[in-house]
């Protein structure tokens, strides 16, 4: 059951915190039990627990919160607040933060900028080469970088549907034409 809060005001002005090691998401819950607003930007990433990996959710700027206050709030109503060492200042001024930055990040953490899984940083890489491999033509050199050929040089020999193409590839003296997913390949570099 999700823990009851007072309701919180739109913030109308947002801050960057300070809190102890590790404590960010606690520090948050706490300052949220006192009505402010609050943001911890997280990203997500791989850890092995048990022999076996797990996606968890981690502070993207570990040891740092942002404070939202609403109209009639200030900064007094944060003191003593377990797991807060203080706001960051420069030149005695706590740091205020725009709310279209905090925005922006809301929208890269849900548009899944922030997800440095094994997974997911696999399937970007996997569209990175797809999108590199829809350059190739046929006749043109290409080195296999994934699959059972990797790091076999071929060369494109045509396209297959769902995302495929044929490489020749030279196997045992002969060269023979080896279907593969589009993003198994790249265009071979060209030595100057």
Do not use: C
């Not at 590790?22 to 300052?31: L, M, P, V, Y």
């Not at 930007?41 to 996606?55: E, I, Q, S, Y």
């Not at 396209?159 to 495929?164: K, M, T």
């Amino acid at each position: 059951m999700a823990p009851k809060y007072p309701p919180v005001e739109e913030a109308s002005e947002w801050f960057v915190a300070f809190t102890n090691d590790k404590r960010e998401n606690t520090t948050a819950d706490s300052i949220r039990r006192r009505a402010f607003s609050t943001y911890v930007p997280a990203m997500t990433v791989t850890r092995v627990r048990r022999n076996k990996a797990v996606a968890v959710k981690r502070p993207l700027f570990p040891r740092y919160i942002f404070v939202g206050l609403a109209r009639g709030q200030n900064l007094l109503g944060l003191r003593q607040t377990p797991g807060l060492e203080g706001m960051v200042r420069i030149a005695g001024r706590p740091v205020t933060v725009e709310a279209e930055m905090l925005d922006g990040l809301r929208a890269a953490e849900a548009a899944g900028v922030y997800d440095f899984t094994d997974d997911h940083l696999a399937e970007m890489a996997a569209a990175d080469r797809t999108q590199a491999a829809k350059a190739l033509v046929p006749g043109m050199r290409v080195n296999i970088v994934d699959g059972p050929f990797r790091s076999f040089p071929g060369t494109v020999a045509g396209f297959l549907p769902d995302a495929r193409i044929s490489i020749t590839v030279r196997i045992f003296g002969t060269s023979q034409a080896v279907p593969m997913p589009l993003d198994h390949v790249e265009a071979a570099k060209v030595r100057p």
